[in-house]
């Protein structure tokens, strides 16, 4: 199986020089010092995906009802892995020393099991997600000038989640370090779109102004409620710290439900996390108490309640199917504050590990919103 060469020597070299001067540098024009590989091995399974549902639907007077599970699962899917890391806790290894740096270690490259390379990135087709979700809907056809449809998912996606810089986990199975929710996991979702055609007032009257004035309003709208984004509050310190020792960094050790009052000034549980233990020089015998117990997105981000009307009125002109329509749209009507972003951030004292919030006075708060209301006016003619 054939991948892209970019990256791959001969194609490309990304050669590495130690201890050396720009003197000497210049004089070895020729060498190569160690790489990174991208490759793939064996035979590699094209991604696939089965999907599946079941439902029931009903009429009820002029509502139609539908209830309906509705699941996937992704096989073979695309990622990668280091098969060259550093062993762990290497960095911390006193037969590590760097003699021209005193309490380093030698680069990376010095520590690898198999010398001569960099990184050797393995891709392959060989991880997985899922979607399971209860969709509910109910739409009402046309009646006395009302059209409504309801929307209601309740689901979960869940998956391996890594990003083009970094694969899954050299160490630990993925199923254990890199599964959870997905970027895209949204748990409950609410949609309503509806439009009412107001009665006739004028009409009934039959007072031929009051029709000019009183009929022929229309009301339109989408409202939405959508549960926020999944996160992972990140680990910080104030000052440079090796926590591992290793190729891969560690995590926060969680130590409660990240829940929160979900407020501005505080989103979720920050006391929920603490520092994992620091490895120290001279024992390379890292554990997980080094790497931090937090599983992958374990936090969620503020949803969306966002609601956006249209207030149509219509002049009939001289002849049928003329007329003149002037439409307030306001999108966020209410002008509802709505969350976005959250600091999740920490900087760690390393002499203090349970205070997460030592070099930092916004981890935990909301850092920006979504657009406020806007108000949008327009006039069509048609003839």
């Known amino acids: 199986m054939s991948m892209s060469a970019t990256g791959n020597p001969p194609v490309t070299f990304s ?158 199975a993925p199923r254990m370090r890199n599964y959870g929710p997905l970027p895209w996991d949204r748990p409950n979702q609410f949609v309503a779109n509806y439009v009412y055609d107001l009665p006739k007032v004028g009409t009934r009257m039959n007072v031929r102004p009051a029709r000019w004035v009183l009929d022929n309003w229309q009301i339109s709208g989408i409202s939405a409620m959508v549960s926020g984004a999944p996160f992972q509050p990140a680990l910080g310190f104030t000052t440079s710290t090796n926590v591992t020792g290793s190729a891969e960094g560690a995590r926060l050790n969680q130590v409660a439900a990240c829940g929160g009052p979900k407020t501005f000034a505080q989103w979720f549980n920050t006391a929920a996390f603490t520092a994992p233990a620091i490895g120290a020089w001279g024992n390379p015998n890292v554990t997980m108490a080094n790497f931090g117990n ?11 309640n966002n609601w956006d009307f249209t207030i149509a009125k219509r002049f009939p002109l001289l002849k049928e199917g003329r007329f003149v329509q002037f439409a307030t749209e306001l999108f966020n009507a209410v002008n509802h504050t709505q969350w976005a972003g959250v600091d999740s951030a920490t900087s760690f004292n390393p002499a203090k590990p349970t205070d997460p919030m030592y070099g930092t006075k916004t981890y935990g708060q909301v850092t920006s919103a979504r657009s406020p209301r806007i108000i949008k006016l327009s006039l069509r003619v048609s003839f």
């Open 15 to 172: 050669p590495t020089l130690y201890f050396g001067t720009l003197d000497t540098y210049a004089n070895n024009p020729g060498l190569t010092g160690p790489t990174s590989v991208y490759n793939l091995l064996g035979r590699q399974n094209p991604a696939t995906t089965l999907s599946w549902s079941a439902g029931i639907q009903r009429q009820i007077g002029s509502f139609a009802v539908d209830a309906s599970y509705v699941a996937s699962h992704s096989y073979h899917l695309f990622g990668w892995k280091d098969l060259n890391p550093i062993p762990m806790g290497a960095q911390f290894n006193p037969a590590n020393l760097d003699s021209t740096r005193p309490g380093n270690a030698l680069p990376d490259n010095f520590l690898r099991p198999y010398y001569g390379w960099g990184p050797i990135n393995l891709y392959s087709n060989t991880y997985s997600s899922n979607y399971n979700s209860l969709q509910v809907s109910v739409n009402r056809r046309i009646s006395h000038g009302l059209l409504l449809g309801i929307a209601f998912t309740h689901s979960r996606a869940l998956g391996t989640a890594q990003t083009d810089s970094s694969g899954v986990s050299p160490y630990f």
């Open 294 to 304: 937090m599983a992958t997105n374990v936090c969620r981000g503020p949803g969306a």
